[in-house]
């Protein structure tokens, strides 16, 4: 169905005289070249029709024009001229839409392609005025950020530039995959503080990225305040905490809804995650009533898996674990309670699945939706809990099962999508457990082809989970996620049909100038045609 559309679209095209482009079609200019073309972005739009005829040029007298009376649209309007003000130093006002421009950038909703959906988005250059459409918010604001990669990489520069601000002119037509375009990352192992995790989020949102997975509690620190438990961080998250002992801190609930805000803000859901049964030795070591035994074992700073356990007989276990299962949800607005339950190795099937049973319940009753990492398919959980696939093999008998009754998967293949782990023997930074995992290899997989039984209607979406045992500071979180953050975002986002690795290595080769403004420290892989 889907291919006969493209062929009539095709057809249609040819007939207009319009060249076509869908995603994924090399149309990539060589990289020495400086000249943008209009589907050159990451991820890839579903449909690109550039016409030469249409170049806009940003210019001192642009206005940022916004749907009147919708605050939304104003909302994006502001944050695209904020971005675009540094580095051409022209005013960019924000204002309502009017009837005759002279050069404009529009945001406007309503009036899109019928194919954007909630999302998506049209954006239309023609010499006088970029017309961004969209149904909603986010949809708008994924438009400016494909924008913003249409404009020469120095936009990103954070004071004045010369240039001339040209953008190619055109029609494209996007929309995402998959509903779930997820990143996680880990501030157990080492903390990692609100300013360098908005700084993470600033270039999630760059590439459509759309939820935010943060792992809070393992063995070696817990890291949001939780007021009914206050040893959790004060000793779980202190001084002494985290790997090697040199990752201490924590989120008060403050810092916690400043990064929320700030992700929602970027039309980012922050997605907590509680680990549990296992992986608890911070809680455990905070509070010796967490342990059969009642003593509490000492700090962890080493990177084992797999030896801690709540106590599962223990009705204590059960008010700890609804404690703190009300008290991130009253934080959390987003939809999901990520509850962790993976590598519960000190823990018998039994123990966990009486765990499970009495856990998964306390999600629902504080009003949020059940996800885990993929082990808790084994207590067949009910049908709206989401797993998380973190497997390295193609079948997995327990989640074929779970997909059979109806649940959803979120893909995350360690060893595609785990981008704590090192690109080659030489990566000073990283972990290699999984393998070593280089840009094609991020790139070169398809998630729903991936396990056995595990289909496209089965999948929520993908996510890039970085672990950070070895990771320090936001250059190691950099230098780790890019450039395979931009691999696994264009999964999510672009279409199967136009999955192609010549393309996106020329497209991922045209970002670097980019971070190299923004001061994001990436890996020069040599697969990858570097401008
Ligand atoms: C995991 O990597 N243990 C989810």
């Given at each position: ?202 270039l ?274 950099e230098y780790?996620a890019f450039p395979r953050l931009p ?28 971070w190299?403004?923004?001061?994001v420290?990436f890996y ?8």
């Amino acid at each position: 169905m889907r291919r006969r559309n493209t062929m009539t679209r095709l057809l249609a095209t040819a007939a207009l005289g319009l060249p076509l482009v869908l995603a994924g079609a090399p149309a990539v200019a060589a990289p020495s070249t400086p000249v943008r073309q209009l589907g050159a972005v990451i991820p890839a739009p579903v449909e690109t029709r550039p016409d030469a005829r249409g170049t806009f040029t940003l210019r001192p007298h642009t206005v940022v024009r916004t749907s009147p009376g919708s605050a939304a649209a104003w909302r994006v309007g502001r944050q695209l001229a904020e971005t675009l003000r540094p580095a051409t130093g022209y005013p960019l006002p924000v204002l309502p839409v009017a009837a005759t421009p002279l050069s404009e950038i529009a945001l406007v909703i309503g009036g899109a392609d019928a194919r954007v959906g909630r999302e998506g988005y049209q954006l239309d250059v023609t010499r006088r005025a970029v017309t961004i459409r969209a149904n909603t918010e986010a949809g708008l604001f994924a438009g400016t950020q494909t924008l913003r990669q249409l404009l020469p990489a120095r936009i990103e520069a954070p004071d004045r530039q010369r240039v001339t601000w040209t953008v190619p002119g055109g029609r494209i037509v996007d929309y995402p995959r998959f509903a779930y375009r997820g990143a996680m990352l880990d501030v157990a192992r080492h903390f990692h503080n609100v300013d360098e995790i908005n700084a993470y989020v600033d270039l999630l949102s760059q590439y459509k990225i759309n939820y935010l997975h943060l792992h809070l509690t393992d063995d070696q620190g817990w890291r949001l305040q939780i007021d009914s438990w206050p040893r959790l961080t004060t000793v779980g998250g202190g001084p002494g905490t985290g790997v090697d002992g040199v990752g201490p801190g924590y989120l008060t609930k403050a810092d916690y809804k400043a990064v929320v805000a700030y992700a929602a803000a970027r039309h980012i859901t922050v997605i907590p995650e509680i680990d549990m049964p296992g992986h608890t030795n911070a809680a455990q070591s905070a509070y010796a009533e967490l342990n059969c035994d009642g003593v509490a074992p000492p700090p962890r700073t080493d990177i084992e898996v797999g030896y801690s356990s709540l106590c599962i007989s223990d009705e204590l276990t059960y008010k700890f674990v609804e404690d703190v299962i009300r008290e991130v949800a009253e934080i959390t607005p987003g939809p999901f309670l990520h509850i962790g339950g993976d590598e519960a190795h000190a823990t018998t099937d039994e123990e966990y699945r009486t765990f499970m049973d009495r856990v998964l319940p306390l999600v629902g009753k504080y009003g949020k939706r059940a996800s885990g990492w993929h082990e808790i398919n084994q207590v067949d959980p009910p049908a709206d809990v989401v797993s998380q696939f973190w497997g390295t093999r193609t079948t997995n008998a327990d989640l074929a099962e779970a997909v059979a009754r109806g649940n959803k998967v979120i893909m995350s293949p360690a060893n595609k999508t785990y981008i704590d782990m090192k690109y080659d023997a030489n990566t000073r930074l990283g972990l290699k457990w999984a393998g070593y995992i280089e840009v094609s290899d991020a790139y070169g997989w398809d998630p729903a082809q991936r396990v056995t039984g595990v289909g496209e209607d089965a999948i929520l979406g993908v996510e890039a989970p970085l672990w950070s045992e070895t990771l320090r500071s936001l250059d190691d979180i950099e230098y780790m996620a890019f450039p395979r953050l931009p691999a696994i975002a264009e999964l999510g986002w672009s279409p199967a049909a136009g999955h192609d690795w010549e393309s996106f290595r020329g497209r991922l080769g045209q970002q670097a100038p980019r971070w190299r403004q923004q001061g994001v420290d990436f890996y020069p892989s040599p697969q990858v045609p570097w401008v």
